[in-house]
């Protein structure tokens, strides 16, 4: 089973040997989700600002790693995978934002959460994706 913190060597291209970093940097889609929703508030533009807000994070680091501007120093980041997560945070804040009130404190609350289940979501599927894998290498 991987636990929480192993989002972060598959997604951030930097080593982050501390706990607190590591929790600051799953937050910042979070964080960033939210903002896009307080922006679109109030109209159907809340889930496309909430969506975008939480992909940004993994769409900026990709977008630095591919064209050089930043040299990745963790050696277990694949930009393949963290374009999977900007998509699992993406659905995630844009659905609780669907699910959520027009205006509201409620509005910002679910578009974060669903940015955070999002990530979780996606290591559920990486998770069960390589013990299945692991169990056809023991049969054969």
């Known amino acids: 089973m991987l636990c929480p913190t192993q989002i972060v060597p598959l997604v951030c291209p930097l080593l982050l040997s501390a706990k607190w970093m590591q929790v600051a940097f799953l937050l910042v889609p979070a964080v960033l989700a939210a903002f896009g929703a307080l922006i679109g508030q109030g109209s159907w533009l809340r889930i496309v600002t909430a969506a975008v807000g939480a992909a940004t994070r993994d769409l900026l680091l990709r977008t630095l ?3 050089g501007w930043l040299i990745p120093s963790n050696p277990d980041y694949n930009p393949d995978t963290a374009l999977l997560f900007a998509f699992g945070c993406a659905s995630g804040a844009a659905l609780l ?13 679910m578009a974060g959460l669903g940015a ?18 692991d169990s056809y290498r023991r049969l054969s």
Do not use: D, E, M, N
């Open 65 to 67: 790693v591919v064209t």
């Open 97 to 109: 934002a669907c699910l959520s009130p027009y205006r509201g404190k409620l509005l910002l609350l």
């Open 116 to 133: 955070t289940v999002g990530q979780y979501s996606i290591l559920l599927v990486i998770g069960t994706r390589l013990a299945r894998r």
